[in-house]
Each structure stands twice: as C-alpha cells, then as structure tokens.
C-alpha cells in the first residue's frame, strides 16, 4: 500500500473513532487520549492530522456528506424535484437524530460560529450544498420549482430552514423527534417552492 493511501487510512480510522466516541461518550467526555486509543495509534499520529480535538469536528461534514451521497445514489430521480428535496431532507433529519447527539452537533455548530471564515459550515463546495443546488436547478429547467427567484437564493432559503430545525433541536437537547419536525416544516415549505403562476 502506498504511503499516501495508509496516511488517509490512519486519518480516517480517527475520525471514525473520534465519530464513535462523541457519539457514545459525548463530546466534552472524549479525550483526545480516548481517540488514540481507539484509533489505536499514536499521539503523533492525531497530531499529525489534527491540532486539536476541535478540528475533528469539522471532519463530521466529510462523514455527513458521504451519508447523503450514498443516499442521493439511491434516489429516484425520476420524481418531482421538490419530491427530491423533501426526501433528502427527511433523510438528513432523521440521519442526524439516528446518529448524532444534540451536544455533538451543538458543539459542530459553536465551533463554526465562533470561526471567521466558514470553510464547513456554509462552504458551497460542500457535497450536500452543492447537491441542494442540484436538485433545485434541475427542478427550475423541469418548471417544477419557482423561477423567479435564483438557484442561489432558493437553496440558501431551504439550508436555512433546515440549520434552524437542527439549531432548535441542539438547544432543546434533542427533546423533540428532528426526523418528524424536519419533515412537517418541509411539508410547510412546498408551497414556496412551487412555481407561480
């Protein structure tokens, strides 16, 4: 095997054991000698990759996006565009209730907000950004959804309702079904979408 291969093995086998711990332990709870445990690996081996345990976080998008690239994959695109979007947005919530806690994904956000550049959170080139745009685009040249407003706008105003679903979620702990809300406020939010006529 490669060098460069067996250090992208080793970068991913800490994010997976960094995933895993935050998810079980909870995010304040893991240390980083937790995850190098579990990464069975080195001190150097983490710092290699990561300065600190803050920076794991922002791997979490990589993990989300994968998940909702394997789920587009299996997508009918034969449906309605807004069909599409309402899938992949029940798809996200319940993805994230199913395997994230609300303190996780809390402490994914503080660190985004407390950044001056956001080079995960809002970054277009984010598999799940670009994908929204995707679908709303192709869903614009089929007359499924709106024309009237831009492909940028329509999916900064569906990213937005989805980030405060998942906000209100994080500061209510979870003590509400993500999954259900997500996809009742999405249901709410077609008619937006739709085209005018």
């Given amino acids: 095997m490669a ?8 970068r991913k ?16 709870n893991t240390t980083v000698d937790d995850i190098v445990k579990k990464a069975n690996t080195s001190k150097g081996g983490f710092y290699y990759y990561f300065k600190a345990k803050e920076e794991l976080l922002n791997s979490l998008y ?9 789920f587009y994959e299996t997508m009918d695109r ?12 029940q798809y996200v919530s ?15 956000y503080q660190s985004q907000l407390t950044k001056k550049k ?13 994908l929204v745009r995707k679908i709303i685009a192709e869903g ?15 999916a900064h105003h569906v990213l937005l309702l989805e980030r405060g679903i998942i906000m209100d979620w994080c500061v209510q702990n979870g003590s509400f079904s993500l999954g259900y809300f997500g996809s009742r406020n999405f249901d709410l939010y077609i008619e937006f979408m739709r085209p005018r006529d």
Avoid: T
């Fill in 118 to 130: 956001q080079d995960c959170f809002l970054n277009p080139d984010r598999f799940y950004n670009r």
């Fill in 62 to 70: 990589a993990i989300f996006d994968r998940e909702y690239e394997k």
């Fill in 94 to 108: 319940y993805f994230i209730e199913g395997n994230v806690s609300a303190e996780l994904l809390a402490a994914l």
């Fill in 140 to 154: 614009q040249k089929k007359h499924e959804i709106r024309e009237d407003m831009s492909v940028e706008e329509l």
């Fill in 78 to 89: 034969s449906l309605d565009s807004i069909v599409q979007l309402e899938q992949l947005s």
């Fill in 13 to 28: 086998q800490i994010i997976d054991a960094a995933w895993q711990l935050f998810y079980k332990q909870g995010y304040e």
């Fill in 3 to 10: 060098k460069h291969e067996e250090r992208e093995d080793l």
